[in-house]
């Protein structure tokens, strides 16, 4: 026992700094658990997940347009849960990106900067990491990943690893078709992780591409062997990916929604990357903003990394992932905070990198000039990327109010309902009707409007396949729609004030539906007779 105790106190003492930070991490997330229900994206998942525990089948009976593992995540009981998940995911994920950032950067402070960055930028409400949104599970699979590819030579030439004697040649397959593997979850938990796959991809990509333009004189079939090499890397981790993604299917077409799947889990994203637009002064900046113009600019970007002979292949890669990272964010044009998190975990170790080359570059003047090299490109990534998030509107939730209302809230400066419309104005509405409908026992409802938080905190199931309006008028599903409506016929209907036309609903609710309480944002319809 006494030899067990010595063990963990000198793990204890080796890990000191990812002790600091984790404890960091739980102190700056306890406030999340007194939040009420209060965002939208967290209030669909919820919805979705508590649909599927009552046994209705994902995208064929319930609907919302991510892949599916954000939903079967969401299958805990309530928020409460929610947040407990995602405070051990946070902390599992702080782990694994501690024990990347040792094997990166050797210097013990610059795995300190790495980590402050990354707790920070994925704790604080600025880009919502304190809401349980797809892209910080996302990131607990890249790190997973990477990790395991880091077990491997994967990642030898960017971590610098010296070969030994050893140490084998060839990479071990096996760990990075389980690397593949995580990434594949990381995809099925939301579709645009497929851009940290393809910057995993670049790591082979840019040590073969700068051997060779570093060295002129290589014969043929050393080319032949090193594209070969590259291959041999690409093709285990894509198996990994292909094999997650082909279950995922083979999963849902067993559960007969393999239509469906494709449908609205996989190929509507295509649909919602081109449904936002921009509206610029400049035809040019309108253009750079389409899809074809955001892959165009992130195609001559990685060109021109693979083309640069002054840069380290640490340097490239976390440049080239945070390009690609940037590229996610922009996907749809929309203007969500939360999609800024992707871009965190590359942007961490990124500038990190940077000041590590401004370090040496002061030490050592032989290597001044890799060291400017490093700082112009990567100041101009991060200048570019801030620059597109301002021209885009790119809002960041405010950290130092939510802190003082919690603080204001257990000090009994603020009462629960104050603080809790400090979130949302639709809270007290929110509140006070599912204390009603709990009482009725009612299961299923109707809410013709944006309000999945209701559906969450009353714990009842939608009428119908969709938990918002914005779903059914983009979907043009209002015939789908009004049809699971008469069909059910609940006893309560929930018609939201800034709720959009509908006529054939609202004469369906005219005609069967009489006003049952008016609340300040919306409108409590009873059915008339019920059952009749």
């Given amino acids: 026992m006494k030899k067990f105790l010595i063990k963990i106190d000198k793990f204890l003492d080796s890990h000191t700094t990812l002790w600091f930070f984790l404890i960091l991490l739980v102190i700056l997330r306890v406030p999340n658990f007194f939040e009420p229900y209060w965002y939208g994206d967290e209030g669909i998942y919820l919805t979705v997940g508590q649909s599927i525990r009552s046994g209705q089948q994902l995208y064929s009976e319930i609907i919302d347009h991510k892949t599916p593992i954000i939903y079967y995540l969401a299958t805990v009981p309530n ?32 795995t300190w900067l790495s980590l402050l960055i990354f707790v920070i930028f994925t704790t604080l409400p600025w880009f919502e990491g304190n809401i349980p949104n797809g892209e910080l599970f996302v990131l607990g699979f890249v790190l997973a990943g990477l ?25 071990n397959k096996s760990l990075i078709f389980a690397g593949g593997a995580f990434f594949g979850l990381a995809i099925l938990t939301k579709v645009p992780a497929l851009l940290d796959l393809a910057a995993i991809m670049l790591i082979p990509w840019f040590a073969v591409t700068g051997k060779l ?104 890669f976390f440049l080239g992932w945070t390009s690609l990272a940037m590229y996610a964010v922009l996907l749809s044009n929309r203007p969500y905070a939360h999609y800024f998190i992707q871009a965190i975990l590359p942007l961490s170790f990124l500038l990190t990198t940077m000041t590590e080359d401004l370090i040496a570059g002061f030490k050592n003047k032989k290597l001044l000039k890799q060291t400017l090299w490093s700082l112009a490109l990567g100041a101009t990534i991060i200048a570019g990327s801030a620059l597109i998030l301002i021209s885009l509107d790119f809002r960041l939730y405010p950290t130092k ?27 007290s509405d929110n509140y006070q009707l599912t204390e009603f409908i709990q009482n009725t026992n009612e299961k299923r409802l109707f809410i013709w409007g944006t309000n999945p938080m209701l559906y969450a905190l009353s714990e009842t199931i939608p009428v119908g ?21 008469t069909q059910a016929e609940p006893k309560f209907i929930v018609v939201m004030n800034n709720a959009p036309s509908f006529p054939e609903f609202y004469n369906y609710l005219e005609a069967n539906y009489s006003p049952n309480y008016n609340y300040d944002h919306m409108t409590l319809y009873k059915r008339e007779n019920p059952g009749n």
């Fill in 79 to 110: 928020q409460f849960y929610f947040r407990v998940l995602l405070l051990f995911w946070m902390i599992i994920s702080t782990a694994f990106f501690y024990s990347l950032s040792r094997k990166f950067f050797k210097n013990k402070y610059l």
């Fill in 213 to 316: 333009l570093q060295t002129s004189r290589i014969d043929l079939n050393k080319k032949i062997a090193m594209f070969k090499s590259l291959f041999n890397r690409w093709l285990p981790l894509l198996a990994g990916v292909g094999m997650m993604i082909i279950l995922s299917i083979v999963y849902f077409t067993g559960l007969s929604s393999g239509a469906d799947y494709l449908e609205y889990g996989l190929l509507y994203n295509l649909h919602y990357t081109q449904s936002w637009q921009v509206n610029f002064a400049s035809q040019l900046i309108n253009f750079l903003f389409t899809l074809q113009g955001k892959t165009l600019v992130l195609a001559l970007i990685l060109v021109a990394l693979t083309l640069f002979k002054n840069l380290s292949l640490k340097l490239k």
């Fill in 401 to 427: 109010k939510y802190y003082v209302n919690y603080f204001k809230f257990i000090k009994g400066e603020l009462t629960q309902e104050e603080y809790f419309s400090k979130f949302n104005w639709l809270m």
């Fill in 465 to 485: 396949r969709y938990t918002v309006s914005f779903h059914i008028t983009d979907m043009n599903a209002y015939e789908e729609t009004l049809q699971a409506v």
């Fill in 147 to 171: 990790w395991l590819l880091s077990k491997s030579e994967y990642l030898d030439k960017v971590i610098n690893k010296k070969k030994t004697e050893k140490t084998k040649v060839k990479a």
